[in-house]
Structure formats: structure tokens, C-alpha cells
């Protein structure tokens, strides 16, 4: 079972733009549904975006314009691209694979979790 890795978080100012890698690890991220999730500080995990295997992407309507999901599948990396980032999308972000062709948005219907990146937007 493939296991998603995710790097790229950090300590940045409103306004500026940060990447986000979701790495496939022990496996390839093909014929999978990739999606990010996010967990505020005393917040519910929510769904932020993400890819299907034929390469449509999501977004949540909160965040779309701003965030972007795309893959490198010669990399096995999928990528959270956020951009105009605001003190709100501060979280961890998680990344996680399912075996089906939809995004879902419940977190349940995902079996494989990367262990999240901080993301920490200040004002």
C-alpha cells in the first residue's frame, strides 16, 4: 500500500505563496485518487482539493483561486500550490490516497495518510 509523504510546509507571511509535495512512498500514487486535507487548531480535518487518476482536480470553493492541485506522475508527486495565503489557512495539511476515481470529502473514504506538514501564515 502506497504511502504518502508530505514536505514542504513552513513559517511564512500573509500574502506570500508556498508548495506543498505529497510524495508517493513504497508504492506509485496511479490508478489513485489523491487528495489534501487540513486540520486547524481545534477545527474538524477538511477536505482542501485534490486529483483523480485521469488528472481532474478539486477544489473547495473556500480556497479555490488561491490553491492549486496538480500532479508529476513521472515523480509520483502531487502538489498543493497555494498562493495568497491568509493567517485562516494556517493547519496542518494532509495528504491522502484512495483506490477510487472521485475526490471525496470524507476523510473515512481515504485508506492511506501521510502524517501531515505545518503551515503556519502569519499576519
Known amino acids: 500500500q502506497v504511502q504518502p509523504v508530505e514536505s514542504g510546509g513552513g513559517l511564512v507571511q500573509a500574502g506570500d505563496s508556498l508548495r506543498l509535495s505529497c510524495a508517493a512512498s513504497?508504492?506509485?500514487?496511479?490508478?489513485?485518487?489523491v487528495a489534501w486535507f487540513r486540520q486547524a487548531p481545534g477545527k474538524i480535518r477538511e477536505l482542501v482539493g485534490g486529483i483523480n487518476k485521469n488528472g481532474g482536480t478539486y477544489s473547495v470553493p473556500s480556497v479555490r483561486g488561491r490553491f492549486t492541485v496538480s500532479s508529476d506522475n513521472a515523480k509520483n508527486t502531487v502538489y498543493l500550490q497555494m498562493s495568497d495565503l491568509k493567517p485562516e489557512d494556517t493547519a496542518v495539511y494532509y495528504c491522502?490516497?484512495?483506490?477510487?476515481?472521485?475526490?471525496?470529502?470524507?476523510?473515512?473514504?481515504?485508506?492511506?495518510w501521510g502524517r501531515g506538514t505545518q503551515v503556519t501564515v502569519s499576519s
Open positions: 491522502a490516497s484512495r483506490p477510487h476515481d472521485t475526490v471525496a470529502s470524507n476523510e473515512d473514504a481515504y485508506n492511506s
Open positions: 513504497g508504492g506509485t500514487f496511479r490508478s489513485t485518487t
